[in-house]
């Protein structure tokens, strides 16, 4: 049996259909993201708010997924304010995590796209946590069943 068969996780934070499109890592990151958002006192990003993380994120989901992402689509998803969020798209690309490609069709607008080597950190870092998670599903959902008995 699947991990994720195993596991009952919201519809909004999980849609099956996406395990049929996509692989274990991109669940993960997926999950995580959506799952940030729905952490009590998430509206407050002066306190919960992470825009890099976020955004990054959310570049690994669409590029897995075949979409491209805007420089605004990458603020929007960031849940940060936009000045905030351009800093951080700034200090990303800085930093070799992100690079910016033109638009052909628009010269205005330009995407965004993890680099290889921010791909590769973030698939060993989704590695670690599928691993992790397949060494506590077990105990994690045997303790639930017997709190459920109780």
């Given amino acids: 049996m699947k991990l994720m068969d195993q596991m009952e996780i919201s519809p909004r934070l999980f849609d099956r ?5 996509t692989g274990p890592r991109t669940l993960i990151a997926e999950w995580l993201y959506r799952s940030r958002q729905e952490r009590p ?3 407050d990003t002066r306190l919960f708010g992470e825009p890099a993380w976020d955004m990054l994120l959310d570049l690994y989901v669409h590029q897995a997924k075949g979409l491209s992402t805007s420089i605004t689509g990458a603020c929007i998803g960031s849940h940060a304010p936009p000045t905030t969020a351009l800093r951080y798209v700034e200090l990303l690309h800085d930093q070799g995590w992100i690079e910016k490609i033109p638009d052909e069709s628009d010269r205005r607008r330009s995407f965004l796209a ?9 698939d060993r870092h989704f590695d670690q946590l599928l ?12 303790s639930l069943s017997l709190e459920k008995a109780s």
């Fill in 114 to 122: 993890l680099t290889p080597t921010a791909t590769r950190r973030l």
């Fill in 131 to 142: 691993e992790r998670l397949a060494q506590i599903t077990p105990d994690l959902f045997a």
């Fill in 17 to 21: 259909r996406d395990a049929e499109d």
């Fill in 41 to 43: 006192g998430a509206e």
